[in-house]
DNA sequence: ATCCTCCATGTAATCGTTTCCATGAACTCC
DNA sequence: GGAGTTCATGGAAACGATTACATGGAGGAT
């Protein structure tokens, strides 16, 4: 609120230095006894300055403990050198292990990563954006947690290079998508779970306003049908991608006069509340019902039983995104990546 | 590298806006008919403006799309509403969740969150510090890597209100430390394991210069004591809080030719790398091996078998440090805080 | 010896805000 | 009706860096 108070100071003085505050770049050039033109031009790596006075300027860096004021560097460059990640939920193992992958390959290139948790709420991830275009990040990585176009547009006027990550919004042609097409590995998993026995096939989709959702969906029932399968509306319930939907999603399944024999969660924290629910009836997977998730991570090895999953290359997915941006930022073009993802058969499907 | 060209521009012209560039505050000051500082007092919630030209303000604003630019700012105030947070392990859920934590309560606060993945590497954990300082963040939550206390000397000297979250560095009484004290939960679990008929009993630290590795290990150590029971070298690895070495220190315990009955791993990742090694030699947990963490995570509940943990009130550390940084950095003093750690026992060390 | 070139360095404008102070208009009060 | 108040607004100086341009000295060519 208060701010700091202005105090004139001696025109022409010493400027920044005055009493006990942090050293400042007119302090260091006092210190080495050139101009302030000079330490920038040591501190920028600029070849035109003699060795013994980049060594002058060097010492007094050293002996006043000076670090360049980003600050102010970035007002006057117009570069932030950061990227904004805003990703679904933090809390989520697939999105922790993305922003880790992003925040590497960011740093390779130079950049720092600012992150904004959206917890699934469109108001938060409005929130997050808003907040990283005023602190003028250089690009922007998005997670969508819905359709909603109208932050996206926002950016798009800003001209802040942006790129979509995992998930997309629909109609942004000139926004390069970063993501994994799970199409085949979930038909793959419809053969597996067909293979093993079981024909009355629920799914547990995301929210129907995300594109990973809708998709994860489509393919669900298009393998379905490819195998002859029904596909009845009760066997399909909506979550949100987060642990307690996927409990409550399993217990109206679970509920039904004609459960399914096999539950395919579209992620893994949805996959988790389908245990709870699962284990809380005393059921046994597979012999009970089979369950198998999207979305691969370390423990599903070690659950009770080991998880059949669906595997993303999480960290090419971050890798990728982060090149496509600096590209962008960069001024050079950027195209759309689009990987694939893996069956990972464990004993949760049956043997 | 190359930055923005100078262009020398028309003294006293409409400034910033020129060709097609991003509006700035001059814009919106040509656009509302006022001066900038009319402005600057709209966005700042000033109440000495008339409502009429607030309003105009306000339509101008919107009609440009006009977004303060938080770089110029924060160089005129010297703040940047930023809280650096250098954590340990974006991978391990623990650390995910704290940071959740902090950014929920930052942001109540009025503050973004700049993260810094350690990686539990000293010399990454410098370089987010470096840039986190010369970003200028408003205070800094480390949890440290290792005891060396070179970076904070220079943080503190640099002046930005620190706090240590989870581990500390031993010798820093000025900066206010939020921790959680495991010694009595991890006395409860030793008890535990007695009771069940336990006595060979191994533990996997974390690296001798972490804080919470030596007091999960002095606590363990004197547990034992109490219990009259032996604490021979070879049951005691040192890991680094990661799943490999958890895997490692396990087979060198089974190796043994008395292996221990039972295996305290000090966080959950080399839990989770103790589990790999004993399913990897068919042994079971609890008949051939008990099995505990420190951490507890929403997965425990369903490994095989599920785990017997240390559950720290992660949530409210993540609150705590946060409003314990706020105060210092809105000049208030902070005092240190000590939560407390519960067992949560499970099938994983006996019935 | 003179002029030209090149090199190292300094001077000052600039980035987009905030905020101190000055200014002048509209009131109030006697 | 004049003097003092209050109030809304504008002008201009910072914040700490980068960088175009000016400057002056050394060295080379003629």
């Not at 959206?118 to 969508?144: C, I, K, M, W, Y």
Request: proline share 7%; charged share 25%; aromatic share 4%.
């Amino acid at each position: 609120m208060a701010g700091r108070p202005v105090t004139p100071g001696t025109p022409g003085g010493t400027g920044s230095s005055g009493g006990g505050g942090v050293a400042g770049i007119k302090d260091v050039a006092a210190e080495a006894r050139v101009s302030v033109a000079t330490v920038s031009r040591v501190l920028n790596g600029n070849p035109a300055v003699r060795p013994d006075t980049r060594d002058r300027v060097h010492r007094a860096i050293t002996a006043l403990g000076y670090r360049p004021n980003g600050v102010a560097r970035s007002l006057r460059t117009d570069q932030t050198r950061t990227l904004g990640l805003v990703i679904s939920d933090v809390l989520n193992p697939f999105f922790t292990a993305l922003a880790r992958a992003v925040e590497d390959e960011a740093r390779a290139h130079g950049y720092s990563v600012v992150f904004g948790n959206a917890d699934e709420q469109p108001a938060l991830e409005d929130h997050h954006v808003r907040t990283l275009l005023e602190r003028r990040v250089d690009g922007l990585l998005l997670s969508p947690t819905d359709d909603n176009a109208s932050q996206v547009a926002e950016v798009a006027r800003s001209g802040v290079p942006m790129v979509f990550v995992d998930r997309w919004i629909p109609g942004c042609p000139d926004v390069p998508v970063v993501r994994t097409d799970g199409r085949a590995a979930i038909a793959a998993l419809v053969g597996h779970l067909h293979a093993l026995g079981h024909r009355r096939l629920a799914v547990i989709t995301g929210p129907s306003t995300t594109t990973t959702g809708n998709e994860r969906l489509d393919a669900f029932l298009d393998a379905l049908d490819a195998h002859g399968l029904p596909t009845p509306g009760h066997y399909r319930q909506e979550g949100d991608f987060r642990a307690e939907s996927g409990r409550l999603a399993t217990a109206r399944f679970l509920d039904l006069p004609d459960p399914p024999d096999a539950v395919f969660a579209t992620d893994n924290l949805m996959a988790l509340g389908a245990m709870d629910e699962i284990r809380s009836r005393a059921l046994r997977v597979p012999e009970d019902i089979a369950l198998a998730a999207f979305d691969d991570i370390p423990w599903f090895l070690h659950t009770d039983p080991p998880l059949t999953a669906i595997a993303q290359p999480t960290e090419e997915l971050g890798h990728s995104a982060v090149r496509a941006l600096v590209s962008l930022i960069e001024g050079r073009p950027a195209r759309s990546v689009t990987l694939t993802a893996d069956l990972v058969p464990r004993r949760s499907c049956g043997e």
